[in-house]
């Protein structure tokens, strides 16, 4: 139950689901693409917060700015949900 509320408080943020739901529409996007539509310094603790709550993965690359988000199997779940 803890996580649901975790999940739902975190969801309610109107800046943290525009991002989730650019990244579930794209279903991967690079940082770089991110940064561009929001603010690079909010982007950062949003990505963790949902990376850590399992709604998206990182794919890393040898260069920051090229990392890839995407949806988890969690996260296309909960997909439904924020509609």
């Known amino acids: 139950m803890g996580r649901d509320n975790e999940l739902i408080s975190l969801l309610a943020k109107?800046?943290?689901?525009?991002?989730?739901?650019?990244?579930?529409k794209s279903r991967i996007l690079s940082r770089s693409e991110l940064e561009r539509q929001s603010n690079p310094a909010s982007i950062e603790a949003s990505l963790n917060e949902l990376?850590?709550?399992?709604?998206?993965?990182?794919q890393p690359s040898a260069f920051h700015d090229f990392d890839k988000f995407y949806p988890t199997r969690e996260g296309l779940e909960i997909e439904k949900m924020v509609r």
């Open 14 to 24: 109107p800046d943290m689901l525009n991002l989730f739901k650019r990244i579930l």
């Open 51 to 58: 990376e850590m709550l399992g709604l998206i993965n990182r």
